[in-house]
DNA sequence: CAGCAAACAGACGGACCGGTCTACATGCCC
DNA sequence: GGGCATGTAGACCGGTCCGTCTGTTTGCTG
C-alpha cells in the first residue's frame, strides 16, 4: 500500500477513534469515512487490532517529536524549556478535534494489562516521563526523577481539566503550579 | 426487579466496563457474568444505554456522597478538609480494580457532547468542582473558584499518573502540592 | 494500444450484537 | 394444593461485526 494512503486510514482512523473510542469504531464505518475499499485495508494491515496499534505507533512518534521539538525550540535555557512543555500541549489541545489523550483512553478501554494498545500506551506515558525527567535533570533540579513526575501529573491533570470543564487555560494554570514548583528547588 | 438485583447488576457493569469500556462490554457478557436473565435486565431497563446511565448515575452519587464524607470526618478545618480530599482519592485508586476515572472513560468513549453518557460526565466533574469551590470558600481564599480548579486539576492529573505509570504516591505528590499552593495565597 | 497490477465496490460467511419472545422452574400467598 | 407473579434458559430476529472473496474499473508501463 502507497504511504499516502496509509497515512490517510490511519489519520482518519485516529479522528474516528478519538471521538467514539477504539471499540466503537467499526472497520466499515471507517473504510467509508476514509473512502477506502477494504481489500486495500486488509493489504496493509493483517488485522483491526493491527491498525488500531499502528495509530498508538503513529501518535506516540507523533507527539513525543512535536512536544520535544517545540521544547527545544522555544528556549535554550532547560529551565524555560520545562514551562514551554505546557505552551505546547495547550496549542495541541486547542484543535478543535481535541478529545483527551489518546493513550489514557487506551488504558481505560484495554485495561487487561496484556493488550498490546494497554503496553503501547504505557509504554508512551513511560517515554514521555523519560524525556522530560531529562530535562529536569539538565535544569540541574536537585530530585528530577520526583519532578519529572510532578511535572508530568501536573500536565496529565491540565489535559483531563480541559476535557471535563472545557477550561482553556488549564494549561497555563499548569504552568504557573509548575513554576512555583520549579523555584521552590532553586539552591 | 427487587433492588439487590439491580444493584448487583449495575455494579457488575461498572466493574466489566472499567477494565474494558463501555462500548466493549455486550449485554450477553454482562447477563453470563452477573448470572442474571436477559429478560429480568429488560424489565429493569429499557435498553443497555440507559443501563449505562444508571451505572454513570449511581456511580456519581457514590463517588461523592464517599468523597465529601471522606473529607468532612477528616477534620472541621476547611483548610485541612481540602488536603484530605487527596487522601480519600488515594484510597479509592487503591482499590484492586482501579482503572482510572469512569467519567472521563465516558467522555472519551463518547466524544458527542450530545449523548447523554457524555453529559452526565460532564456533569459529575461538574459538581465534583463545586463542591470543592465550596470548599475553598469556607476556607477563605480569596479567589475560589480559580484555586478550586487548581485543586481539581491536581487530583486528575494524580489519577492519570497513578493509572499510566502505577505511580502510587501521586496523590500525595499532588496534595504537596496543593499544599503549597494554599500555603501561599494565605493573607 | 496492450497488458497488468492495484484499487475499487460490494457480496458473502460465520459470529456476535441488542432486544423480543416462548416455555419451563421456582416460590409465595390464599 | 392451586393460582400467579417472577426468574430462568435459551431460541429467535434483523442487523452489524470482522475478515475473505469475486468481479470490475482504473491507471500506469512498455
Known amino acids: 500500500m502507497p504511504a499516502p494512503k496509509r497515512d490517510h ?23 467509508q469515512e476514509a473512502g477506502v475499499a477494504k481489500m486495500t485495508l486488509y493489504k496493509g494491515f493483517k488485522t483491526k ?44 489541545a486547542a484543535r478543535p478535534d481535541f478529545n483527551g489523550c489518546l493513550f489514557v483512553s487506551a488504558l481505560s478501554e484495554y485495561g487487561d494489562d496484556s493488550a498490546p494498545a494497554h503496553r503501547a500506551a504505557r509504554e508512551h506515558k513511560r517515554l514521555l516521563l523519560d524525556y522530560v525527567v531529562g530535562l529536569c535533570r539538565d535544569a540541574g533540579l536537585p530530585d528530577p526523577e520526583t519532578t519529572g513526575r510532578d511535572l508530568r501529573l501536573l500536565m496529565e491533570g491540565a489535559t483531563v481539566a480541559r476535557l471535563t470543564l472545557g477550561q482553556t487555560d488549564s494549561y497555563q494554570r499548569a504552568k504557573a503550579m509548575a513554576k512555583s514548583l520549579i523555584d521552590k528547588q532553586r539552591v
Open 9 to 31: 486510514l490511519i489519520a482518519t482512523a485516529q479522528r474516528l477513534i478519538a471521538r467514539e473510542g477504539f471499540k466503537g469504531v467499526s472497520v466499515d464505518r471507517l473504510l
Open 49 to 92: 487490532d493491527e491498525l488500531i496499534l499502528e495509530v498508538l505507533r503513529r501518535r506516540d512518534s507523533e507527539l513525543r517529536d512535536w512536544f520535544m521539538r517545540s521544547v527545544e525550540s522555544a528556549s535554550d535555557d532547560p529551565r524555560e524549556r520545562l514551562l514551554a512543555g505546557f505552551d505546547a500541549l495547550e496549542a495541541w
